[in-house]
């Protein structure tokens, strides 16, 4: 079963840190996909927070620009983001996404709680 599993959530407080990583598993390598995370908070829309191509490049939400890293490992099949400085209105689900052409893929997601 081809599928992304986000860990690294939970609940810190204003000004902390918490690395979030999603590991594929099953017949996809994420070496060919254009890897992104999203978060959704209640009542809003699903945002995009990073992305990283193929080739490395990244793109933040400008939010975030300064406070959060996108990086993939395609040995290990793994995308990361570092978040730092963590503010209450980063609280979101976090989603990881791989895209290729018009393949997506979603993670299940991961709640982060930024609250003092």
């Known amino acids: 079963q081809v599928q992304l599993v986000e860990s690294g959530g939970g609940l810190v407080q204003p000004g902390g840190s918490l690395r979030l990583s999603c590991a594929a598993s099953g017949s996809i390598f994420i070496s060919i996909f254009a890897m992104g995370w999203y978060r959704q908070a209640p009542g809003k829309q699903r945002e995009l927070v990073a992305t990283?191509?193929?080739?490395?490049?990244?793109n933040y939400l400008d939010s975030v620009k300064g406070r959060f890293t996108i990086s993939r490992d395609n040995a290990a099949n793994t995308v990361l983001l570092q978040m730092n400085d963590l503010k209450p209105e980063d609280t979101a689900v976090y989603y990881c996404?791989?895209?290729?052409?018009?393949?997506?893929?979603w993670g299940q997601g991961t709640q982060v709680t930024v609250s003092s």
């Open positions: 990283i191509t193929t080739g490395g490049s990244t």
């Open positions: 996404n791989a895209a290729r052409n018009n393949y997506n893929l």
